[in-house]
């Protein structure tokens, strides 16, 4: 099976710019969550999505927001960015999300704020 | 709240020799506790897992226990290698959050020949 895939794998934006980054689950997944990684604040959990509704939502501001499409897809979209918005932002899917399953990860988006 | 706390690294270590990271949780729910590892460059890798209290997870030579007594999922190898040097992030899921993973901060395990 194809792992988890995240496109792009780099972007590089400018405040007050928005951005979208994808990911695809491994097939047959339907839960994908996002995390944000960074040297100070580590990997903090964003939100979760599940047959396409969000289930769990960490303490981001609402300029951070995602998606999920029918075949479980899932976008997460960043607007008006700030400097501090900058780092490795890891996509993650599992088989149904639930506490025992396990979360495969993507090798995440470096996004870098200028 | 929920929150999990690994050892401070990094941690130097020659090859060959025991490793022990240290993790120890607190969580108002019943959590399931993992442990990832995340080489220079790429995403987190999953080591092993525990679902319940007095569980094994075990891996790569690599094992951890769920110790409910104590709240801790500690991490040991009994001879480490070079190519095991890379970060490793102990992490837990309560039982209604399925898809929330929390995570430590991280040990840098640094291994040299």
């Known amino acids: 099976k194809a792992g988890v895939t995240q496109t792009p794998r780099y972007l590089i934006k400018t405040r007050g710019q928005q951005v979208t980054l994808s990911c695809s689950p491994i097939?047959?997944?339907?839960?994908v969550s996002w995390y944000q990684q960074t040297p100070g604040q580590g990997l903090q959990f964003l939100f979760e999505?599940?047959?396409?509704?969000?289930?769990n939502k960490g303490n981001f501001p609402g300029r951070f927001s995602g998606r999920q499409f029918s075949n479980s897809r899932s976008e997460m979209n960043v607007s008006t960015l700030e400097l501090g918005d900058s780092a490795l932002y890891l996509c993650?899917?599992?088989?149904?999300?639930?506490?025992?399953?396990?979360?495969?990860f993507g090798p995440g988006t470096r996004l870098t704020v200028l | 709240g929920n929150s999990v706390t690994q050892m401070e690294g990094p941690v130097t270590l020659s090859e060959e020799a025991f490793l022990t990271i240290n993790c120890t949780y607190t969580a108002t729910g019943y959590p399931s506790l993992f442990w990832y590892v995340q080489y220079p460059g790429e995403g987190l890798q999953l080591l092993l897992k525990?679902?319940?209290?007095?569980d094994k997870g075990s891996n790569k030579g690599f094992e951890a226990t769920y110790r409910k007594e104590t709240t801790s999922f500690h991490l040991e190898k009994g001879s480490v290698q070079v190519s095991d040097s890379a970060v490793y992030f102990c992490a837990l899921v309560i039982y209604n959050q399925g898809g929330k993973l929390i995570f430590g901060q991280g040990t840098e395990l640094s291994v040299k020949p």
């Open positions: 525990a679902t319940k209290a007095d």
């Open positions: 999505y599940f047959s396409e509704t969000q289930r």
């Open positions: 993650a899917s599992s088989s149904d999300g639930t506490s025992t399953d396990t979360q495969y």
């Open positions: 097939s047959g997944h339907r839960s």
